[in-house]
T-cell receptor, first 109, second 115 residues
């Protein structure tokens, strides 16, 4: 089955800096890679996703890149703001999704 | 669009009682719903996958007789924790998806505390 690894587990940046979170996956059949943001006490919210036929996708300050050959994908947040502070999860799969362990992002004002 | 609700948001119960958690897709028909469990500061652990009108598929190590899942309609799935014990205390989250999309839309979660 699919195995997803996510790094780093914690990330602290200064407001305005960029943040990068990386994930690797094991199943080459996986073709869908979503990223979720989870605030304390709430359910995860989809922030961006990418499918295997695309190498990069951008939505305002958020971008995701996918390298299918190397089986890794990354989340990039530019111009970070304190409200970006949360736990971010990557996921990979074909039907059922497998989630990474999460990255706790702290943006210091 | 793609709103998923859960009820209740919090529940406290005595050891040995059963608790039912509802998951509803409010503005779309969910052919598949997933149930996850999340311990503090940990990732989402998939418990089971339920397809409307059929039996749920449980992940290895999840007791199907303890965690009863029913997906009777395209907008509602329920998780019943039977004979709850303190170790069942956790954050339970559902998600829903359609046959056309792989995207999972998550509910807000239910915090269960068993005394």
């Amino acid at each position: 089955g699919e195995n997803v690894e996510q790094h780093p587990s914690t990330l602290s940046v200064q407001e305005g800096d960029s943040a990068v979170i990386k994930c690797t996956y094991s199943d080459s059949a996986s073709n869908y890679f979503p990223w979720y943001k989870q605030e304390l006490g709430k359910g995860p919210q989809l922030i961006i996703d990418i499918r295997s036929n695309v190498g990069e996708k951008k939505d305002q300050r958020i971008a995701v890149t996918l390298n299918k050959t190397a089986k890794h994908f990354s989340l990039h947040i530019t111009e970070t703001q304190p409200e970006d502070s949360a736990v971010y999860f990557c996921a990979a799969g074909l039907g059922d999704m497998r989630f990474g362990a999460g990255t706790r992002l702290t943006v210091k004002p | 669009g793609a709103v998923v609700s859960q009820h209740p948001s919090r529940v406290i119960c005595k050891s040995g009682t059963s608790v039912k958690i509802e998951c509803r897709s409010l503005d779309f028909q969910a052919t598949t719903m997933f149930w996850y469990r999340q311990f503090p500061k940990q990732s989402l652990m998939l418990m089971a996958t339920s397809n409307e009108g059929s039996k749920a598929t449980y992940e290895q190590g999840v007791e199907k007789d303890k965690f009863l899942i029913n997906h009777a309609s395209l907008t509602l799935s329920t998780l019943t924790v039977t004979s709850a014990h303190p170790e069942d205390s956790s954050f339970y989250i559902c998600s829903a998806t359609t046959v056309a999309k792989q995207t999972q839309y998550f509910g807000p979660g239910t915090r269960l505390l068993v005394l």
